[in-house]
């Protein structure tokens, strides 16, 4: 579908839903705002936005993050007549709020995931891209919308955050060029950089430093990982947010070559985060239902912390890390 038609669906639409992902990120969250504040601004329309769980403290800097409800403020027998996904790699990662997307009269998938099958109505989905942020950005460049630094915020935020700052390979000269285009629109690159990377707690230090004390290594150190329990949580009262970068942070020891953090969920499920610097992390997480990116995926195993990493660990020995 050609980019303009967008301006003709949203146009006709009368009420607009925006989903994020589950556990949302930077991406995910400044995309879902940068649209939000996109149809704002040049089609005089306020959207519902939708996250699935807390979004994190990092983030409140952002404009319109304040109008985010939870799916408990969602009617979910509700039928939209658009809703948009935005950096959703496949419709698990909205849970319940997968039948809002179902039985809306038009639906709309933003991303950039290699992994995702378009499955909504419409597919602007982009793996070349960096980021579901640069893809919006220059499909909303192409339609001739006005960008306004409140979305410009919105949308190289979710750039920044999900090229770890432009350190990763997803980082290409498009990604420069969204991103200083986007600064002329008057936004300030070190304001956003302090609230996103330089916001940590007192709680967030001690618990990774405690959680990266205990990891683990393998293979000449080429593998690194680290098991979190709820009670490691408890511990130091630590929350979903103190999570963010663990997994990082264990990639970034000279000898490791693929890192990651199996967390033990209260339903007795492992969660597992993965990073790594040759071998295919999203190929990886596919075995066990979950995906990404090359570098940087994700999944969940049915099956208890030990058991969880055992089943990893046998999966990474196929791979040449």
Do not use: W
């Amino acid at each position: 579908m050609d980019c303009g038609e967008i301006y003709n669906i949203i146009n006709s639409a009368k009420n607009i839903l925006i989903i994020s992902h589950i556990n949302p990120d930077g991406d995910t969250l400044g995309s879902m705002c940068g649209v939000y504040s996109v149809i704002k601004d040049n089609f005089k329309k306020k959207c519902d936005m939708l996250a699935l769980s807390k979004i994190p403290a990092v983030y409140e800097f952002m404009p319109f993050i304040s109008e985010i409800k939870h799916i408990e403020d969602i009617d979910l027998s509700r039928e939209y007549d658009l809703v948009i996904n935005v950096d959703v790699a496949a419709l698990d990662r909205i849970c319940d709020a997968k039948i809002l997307f179902e039985k809306a009269k038009n639906s709309i998938n933003f991303d950039h995931h290699k992994t995702n099958n378009n499955y909504g109505k419409i597919n602007f989905v982009n793996p070349d891209l960096s980021s579901t942020g640069e893809n919006l950005y220059y499909i909303f460049k192409n339609i001739g919308f006005r960008i306004s630094l409140e979305t410009a915020i919105c949308l190289y935020t979710a750039i920044l955050t999900d090229t770890g700052s432009f350190r990763y390979d997803n980082t290409k000269p498009s990604t420069f060029l969204a991103a200083a285009e986007l600064t002329e629109k008057g936004v300030n690159p070190a304001e956003i950089y302090r609230n996103v990377y330089e916001s940590d707690g007192k709680t967030l230090i001690m618990f990774q430093a405690h959680c990266i004390n205990k990891a683990e290594f393998l293979d000449n150190d080429k593998i690194a990982f680290t098991r979190v329990y709820q009670k490691d949580m408890e511990k130091f009262g630590a929350n979903e947010e103190c999570m963010e970068g663990l997994t990082e942070k264990l990639r970034t020891i000279v000898t490791t070559r693929i890192a990651f953090v199996a967390k033990e969920m209260k339903s007795g499920a492992t969660k597992i985060s993965m990073r790594s610097k040759k071998a295919d992390a999203a190929e990886i997480c596919a075995k066990f239902g979950g995906g990404g990116h090359k570098y940087a995926a994700g999944c969940t195993i049915k099956a208890p912390v030990d058991t969880a990493v055992k089943k990893v660990l046998e999966e990474i020995q196929k791979y040449e890390v």
